[in-house]
């Protein structure tokens, strides 16, 4: 007996949209990294089923398609959660305490770096500099800053987003 597969058909879905991508693009000089936006647009991160695809589709050895993923930090190998919450360790950060922000943070989500929760809702990352040096310690969630902060603060963060 057949059942219904609603992620199935989503996957189809992104599948086909995907290789528009591709097609549109092939053939064109500098194709990769838009494709590769465009993909992650489409996937939420770029996996390695995903990166063969693009790979066979642009006759571009997949090294060279996962060298670029993983170059660029605006890629992501890892899914992500619907709250990206991203700890800045540039040097500011760091100095003034963002290692106590991260720690607080893999607590409280009960998570650790470049992870997702299984309900989706949140993933944690480190990242080298948000540009918010006069905050130190800085965090954002998606496009939410927050600055100044110690260790108390992120619980009190984390329930806001929890609650939404």
């Known amino acids: 007996m057949a059942k219904d597969c609603t992620t199935c058909v989503e996957t189809q879905e992104k599948q086909e949209k995907l290789h528009k991508v591709i097609a549109e693009h092939k053939g064109t000089r500098g194709a990769l990294i838009p494709v590769l936006h ?14 063969l695809e693009i790979a066979n589709g642009l006759d571009v050895p997949l ?36 290692g106590l922000i991260l720690e607080k ?24 500099c948000i540009g918010a040096c006069g905050l130190a310690p800085v965090m954002t969630i998606n496009e939410d800053v927050y600055g100044r902060l110690v260790p108390e603060d992120v619980v009190g963060i984390i329930e806001k987003y929890k609650n939404l």
């Open 38 to 51: 465009e993909a992650q647009e489409i996937y939420g991160y770029l996996p390695m089923e995903v990166q």
């Open 63 to 98: 090294a060279e398609v996962y060298g670029v993923v993983s170059f660029y930090t605006r890629f992501s190998i890892n899914p992500k959660g619907k709250y990206l919450v991203n700890v800045c360790m540039g040097t500011a950060c760091y100095v003034k305490g963002a």
């Open 105 to 128: 943070l893999k607590e409280a989500l009960d998570l650790d770096v470049d992870e997702c929760s299984e309900d989706g809702k949140f993933s944690l990352e480190a990242c080298r």
